[in-house]
């Protein structure tokens, strides 16, 4: 899926309007409550942090301080949306094993192993920790050689989990969400989510 450059695109346009038109009838402080965003009364503005950077939407037009890539921002709007506050059990799941992912999920799981397997080949442990890094990660022992979760919306991580190469296997990646992502976002915008963090880590790895 291509989420880039779709300013002109008419049905992003009217999902961008219809988003900011559900979340209008909202209060600031409701919204930082159930989507852990902070909410400034006096200046009316939520304040998210996504990946590295803290993005300030100002509300009731839900304009935002930053040159966010559109997807993300739509993304961004959505997740303040069907947010309901619930928390996580920090059990991992694949996409396919989201509510509604059995067809879109899977396949994304997939392409994401697919596209880790061409984006990490030739890169050494500590580039692959750096970009990581560069991105907001935290780092977690887990099986794999390399974990790193990804604060990609308050209530939103995303894992990657690493294999490097070996004699016998290639370098492997599987990205996982969290098993409460459903009260959060769509199978569709999960997808979404994924391919930015796909797109990210090829830009910090060009950026090293």
């Given amino acids: 899926m291509e989420y880039k450059n779709q300013t002109e695109n008419r049905a992003f346009q009217e999902m961008l309007q219809a988003a900011v038109k559900r979340l209008q009838n909202r209060s600031g402080e409701d919204l930082a409550a159930k989507s852990g965003a902070v909410f400034h009364s006096s200046r009316n503005v939520l ?6 950077e803290t993005i300030e939407i100002q ?3 839900f304009r935002i301080n930053s040159n966010m890539d559109e997807w993300h921002y739509l993304i961004l709007l959505h997740y303040l ?12 799941i694949t996409f396919g094993n989201l509510k509604d992912g059995l067809i879109r999920g899977t396949k994304f799981d997939r392409t994401a192993e697919q596209k880790l397997e061409k984006l ?3 890169k050494d442990p500590e580039k692959i920790q750096k970009a990581c890094k560069n991105l907001g990660a935290e780092f977690t022992e887990t099986k794999a050689d390399l974990c790193a ?6 209530r939103y991580p995303v894992t990657l989990k690493i294999w490097f190469a070996d004699e016998e296997f290639p370098v492997s990646g599987k990205i996982f969400l969290q098993d409460h992502a459903d009260h959060y976002l769509s199978v569709e915008d999960a997808v ?13 790895f060009s950026s090293l």
């Fill in 192 to 204: 979404t989510v994924g391919e930015i963090l796909l797109q990210k880590l090829s830009e910090a």
């Fill in 47 to 52: 304040e998210v942090l996504s990946f590295y």
């Fill in 120 to 122: 990490l080949q030739d």
């Fill in 149 to 154: 979760v990804f604060p990609v919306l308050p």
């Fill in 59 to 61: 509300l009731p037009e």
């Fill in 81 to 92: 949306d069907m947010a309901d506050g619930t928390e996580g059990s920090q059990k991992l």
